[in-house]
């Protein structure tokens, strides 16, 4: 995610965030906030269900990350593994330029700032909606 991006974010509390997207501040969507602005990394549904409790409902949870990400509060990931983490931070696609590191030992997957985003020529007729640059490898913890 952008610097000022991730800066904004992580600056503004969690109500000031809900109310600045037009969004009702329930208690769920403070701790779902709240969690991400805690975490150094990417989550995924799995992470969020257990940190958050076996009391939050699946469709409601799905629901908040799939408005927080319409919102730019959060960005999807696809590593690859068949799971969606989530990221603080708006896409990369809306024109928040990032990378992903993905670790093949512990597979948790970092939000990499300061990493030039490649240029593509695609073929005539060819239009892209987004790319996604993942970076393979072991982290430090591993």
Do not use: W
């Amino acid at each position: 995610m952008s610097e000022k991006n991730a800066v904004e974010i992580m600056d503004l509390d969690c109500l000031e965030l809900l109310d600045g997207k037009g969004l009702k501040k329930t208690r769920l969507r403070i701790q779902l906030l709240q969690y991400f602005k805690d975490t150094t990394y990417a989550q995924s549904y799995g992470d969020l269900k257990k940190a958050l409790g076996a009391h939050v409902d699946k469709s409601t949870l799905y629901r908040n990350l799939t408005t927080f990400e319409e919102k730019g509060l959060i960005h999807g990931i696809n590593d690859h593994s068949g799971i969606t983490k989530y990221a603080l931070g708006a896409s990369p696609s809306s024109g928040h330029e990032h990378a992903h590191f993905v670790c093949e030992c512990c597979e948790i997957v970092y939000c990499v700032k300061d990493v030039e985003q490649p240029q593509y020529e695609v073929p005539p007729g060819f239009k892209p909606k987004n790319v996604q640059t993942i970076i393979h490898g072991i982290c430090s913890n591993c």
